[in-house]
């Protein structure tokens, strides 16, 4: 595995009224077909998921999820993964167009802003993969 897991969180939110933080990550990925003249239809939630697996960023995910586990079990006197992990979302920059960005309107996706993918695992996957590498049995 050395080398082979290089990448570093890119930034860390808190919620202000939840209390909960999320896991952000800047993708800068080309989701156009080759040839196309790129649009934000490009990054549809729809697509997201599809682009999402081709670059194991799930896994990805989960990693940065277990060291912000980590880092707030250390950091925070009261902490609870069950209250203060909350996902992560994945920002592709190039479908994102600032406050033009346009809102998916077909289900199941309505709602859901073009170029942001979010993802809230199970708290108990990420402290067990946690565990799990730290070599603990259950």
């Known amino acids: 595995m050395r080398g082979h897991l290089t990448g570093s969180i890119d930034a860390v939110l808190r919620h202000p ?3 909960d933080y999320i896991v952000v990550d800047y993708k800068t990925n080309k989701l156009t077909t080759f040839g196309a003249k790129a649009t934000s239809d ?10 999402m697996a081709h670059h194991h960023y ?3 995910g989960l990693l940065y999820s277990v060291a912000l586990h980590r880092y707030l079990r ?7 993964p069950a209250r ?6 994945y920002l592709f920059v190039r479908g994102m167009t600032g406050p033009t960005t346009r ?3 077909d289900a199941p996706f309505a709602g859901q802003r073009h170029g942001v993918y979010s993802w809230r695992p199970p708290t108990a996957l990420i402290v067990e993969l ?4 730290d070599g603990v049995r259950a």
């Open 42 to 51: 490009d990054y549809h939630p729809a697509r997201l998921p599809d682009a």
């Open 130 to 133: 946690s565990d799990l590498l």
């Open 58 to 60: 799930p896994l990805q």
């Open 103 to 105: 809102v998916a309107v």
């Open 17 to 19: 009224e939840t209390d």
């Open 74 to 80: 250390w950091r925070l006197a009261d902490y609870d």
């Open 84 to 89: 203060h992990l909350g996902g992560m979302a």
